[in-house]
């Protein structure tokens, strides 16, 4: 720590110095694209990433889409009502705060022209609740590198990918295009913007990814920024910040000690015992659909078969030199900027190494620790941490009411991802492949309206949730709270009843969706509730519980709600 004091903010200069310092003209654009993409790992005009091909996902493919801004909404940028001119106010404040600690000239003037140029790529930026950005197919553009450099003329593809990706590429070379008008509109702003502005900008992406790894007025100033956009007002213990970078550059490692200690091979037969009974729930309630024809329900059912299911941790961490593999890169005790520095570049090495490897569908994306769970379309695979797998959500020794109310809502919920506005678009082995057919695709979106209604008119804090950027998840919660209760039944009809809990005066059915209620409780304040309804795809969590619940005939009937009542409405919602 002190030794990070001393440094102040010495580290970061010598990054700066590697980009060309602030207001070159003479620095090749191209060059510095590769710097802050291919070496700082800095999202900068476009980001740049390898990914599963949506339509073959047997290979990798590289994928180019929108990423220019530092902020985390376009609208941000726009100053349209109050709340987003506070964040901008403070986020232009951040950037002459940084610049000064870093000695730049005339800091106002190129925090003023920074901010401009960010301006300028938000309004060319797509706001993720656009429904150009739901609709994959349409924005999946496969072209050869020769295409590219034509879309967008005033970049050097070939020199630039050759130089991240350590390769020769030929002109035939196939990418994937999430953002073309987006492109074609950054190769025009490329071209008119002068070109020290655009040199500043890319070095401040540079700066703006590393600062928090630098001395503590550059952590205070972060902290400023995030106390405007989330109202956090202390700033976070050392201790846990030290944790947080640990365990994002170490996860693995860190998650073989977790595993050890807290997730038996057990609890791991027990889980997976426990996803097959949602599916075989899933798969139940497939048959009796009526508003989904026989050709769309087989590909359902199919789909469900071939759902691949990962649970707790990825073998190899058992094994300690596999752990080694993943962190060879050189750390030391006084060098902490360095160390940071090396894995990045480890991570993107990589990451550019599988564009020519086969694809490995057994790789987790996140540590075991992590408490969080996924569904990835293009792998059609659900992945369920140890770190999730835990209380309050789960316990061997719970009665049973609670590990399906708690953790049986959520392993539904990824389940029913597969199936919904997003995940419903890619097939069984997890291609971009339209299976339903027209009538039943219809009937679906239709029965998906009603689900976007419901949440359209919530509002928290005089936000007002938008129904159709949360829908997937919306669906998924309603579909999984539904899968988890009916497998509980089915677990009561195999094993005869619970015992009521002594002094407690709830039925398990009540415990059951009190369970799913708790697993959402949560305090936050009003900044950090205004940036979540802009940018999360999740409602607010009050709201994934009060919409689901309510959406759901039995938890009228388990809580006695009279018909037609707030909690128990006459016409309700159901997809799955
Ligand atoms: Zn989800």
């Not at 920074?114 to 197919?137: G, K, W």
């Not at 938890?555 to 409405?569: E, I, L, T, V, Y």
Request: aromatic content about 10%.
């Amino acid at each position: 720590m002190r030794e990070i004091e001393r440094l102040g903010p010495r580290p970061m200069l010598e990054v700066i110095a590697d980009c060309g310092g602030w207001d070159s003209a003479r620095w090749d654009l191209n060059r510095l694209l590769y710097k802050a993409q291919g070496v700082y790992s800095a999202a900068a005009l476009f980001s740049i990433t390898v990914s599963l091909d949506d339509r073959n996902s047997s290979r990798y493919v590289i994928r180019i889409d929108q990423d220019g801004l530092t902020l985390p909404e376009r609208t941000l940028y726009l100053a349209q009502d109050e709340e987003s001119e506070k964040v901008l106010a403070a986020y232009r404040l951040f950037m002459e705060r940084l610049l000064s600690l870093l000695g730049a000239d005339s800091v106002q003037q190129k925090a003023q022209e920074i901010l401009q140029l960010e301006r300028q790529l938000a309004n060319i930026t797509v706001s993720e609740y656009d429904d150009l950005r739901r609709d994959v197919s349409a924005m999946y553009n496969k072209v050869t590198l020769g295409q590219l450099q034509k879309i967008t003329p005033h970049l050097r593809w070939k020199w630039l990918l050759d130089q991240i990706f350590q390769e020769d590429f030929s002109e035939d070379e196939e990418v994937v295009l999430l953002a073309t008008d987006y492109m074609q509109q950054v190769s025009q702003l490329i071209r008119s913007t002068p070109h020290r502005i655009l040199h500043n900008y890319l070095v401040w992406r540079v700066v703006v990814v590393l600062s928090e790894h630098l001395s503590s007025p550059f952590r205070e100033a972060l902290h400023e920024l995030a106390r405007e956009m989330e109202g956090s007002d202390k700033p976070q213990e050392l201790a846990r910040v030290c944790l947080g970078q640990a365990n994002r550059h170490f996860g693995m490692a860190l998650g073989a000690l977790f595993v050890h200690e807290h997730f038996s091979a057990a609890s791991k037969a027990k889980v997976q015992q426990l996803v097959e009974d949602i599916k075989y729930i899933l798969g139940q309630r497939l048959e009796e659909l009526d508003w989904m024809d026989a050709q769309t329900k087989a590909a359902a059912r199919a789909k469900l078969q071939y759902m691949m299911v990962m649970v707790g941790y990825p073998d190899f961490l058992l094994k300690p030199e596999a752990v080694d593999k993943e962190y060879e890169f050189e750390v030391h005790e006084k060098t902490y900027f360095k160390n940071i520095l090396n894995s990045i570049r480890f991570s993107m090495q990589l990451s550019v190494k599988k564009i020519r490897q086969e694809v490995d569908k057994s790789t987790w994306l996140l540590p075991p620790q992590a408490l969080n769970a996924y569904y990835l379309p293009n792998k059609n695979q659900m992945v369920f941490p140890a770190g999730i797998l835990q209380p309050t959500l789960y316990d061997p020794d719970f009665p049973q009411s609670l590990n399906y109310g708690g953790i049986g809502t959520i392993i539904g919920h990824e389940l029913t991802h597969g199936y919904d506005d997003w995940g419903g678009q890619y097939d069984r082995s997890g291609n971009l492949l339209h299976w339903w057919t027209e009538a039943s695709y219809s009937r679906f979106l239709r029965k998906a309206e009603c689900i976007v209604r419901l949440y359209d008119n919530f509002t928290v804090y005089n936000q007002r949730v938008n129904g159709k950027h949360t829908l997937g998840e919306n669906i998924a919660d309603l579909g999984g709270l539904k899968l988890a209760y009916h497998a509980y039944q089915k677990w009561v009809r195999e094993h005869g009843p619970e015992h009521p809990l002594h002094r407690l005066k709830y039925t398990h059915n009540q415990l059951f969706f009190i369970a799913f209620a708790q697993n959402w409780c949560i305090k936050r304040r009003s900044q950090s509730i205004y940036l979540q309804v802009l940018t999360d795809k999740h409602a607010p969590e009050h709201y994934r519980v009060l919409g689901s619940v309510s959406q759901f005939e039995e938890f009228g009937r388990a809580f006695h709600c009279p018909r037609d009542s707030p909690m128990n409405p006459g016409h309700k919602c159901s997809v799955w």
